[in-house]
């Protein structure tokens, strides 16, 4: 991965955090991580279907699916190390730090 794209990489991750940063002043860190962890699971679910001509087809790359979601390979860490100093650090929900 080029330094351009793990740059925008985290630029996409702490945009996300962003978001569920400011919902915190409304709700609970455990109904923010909630609702984060169910907008993740449609938004991949429909990324992993909309790859698949149809629901047999799906069905059978259950374990191609999970494996692609568990095995993706990160970032650099010089480059996280890069990208955290270029940009203010807010609160992380459930404290996660965002290095990591």
């Known amino acids: 991965m080029s ?3 793990e740059h925008e990489f985290y630029d996409r991750a702490y945009e ?3 978001v ?3 919902q915190l002043t409304d709700v609970s860190r455990g109904e923010v991580s909630a609702s984060m962890l169910y907008a993740c699971a449609r938004f991949n ?3 992993s279907a909309s790859n698949r001509e149809s629901a047999k087809d799906l069905k ?6 999970n494996s692609c979601c568990v ?13 955290s100093r270029e ?3 807010g ?3 459930a404290g996660m730090s965002p290095e990591r």
């Open 20 to 22: 569920a940063n400011e």
């Open 45 to 47: 679910a429909w990324v």
């Open 60 to 65: 059978g790359a259950y374990g191609e699916t």
């Open 87 to 89: 940009r203010p650090r």
């Open 3 to 5: 330094q351009d794209a």
């Open 91 to 93: 609160r992380c929900p």
């Open 16 to 18: 996300h955090l962003r």
């Open 71 to 83: 095995s993706r390979p990160f970032p650099s860490t010089a480059a996280k190390s890069a990208a």
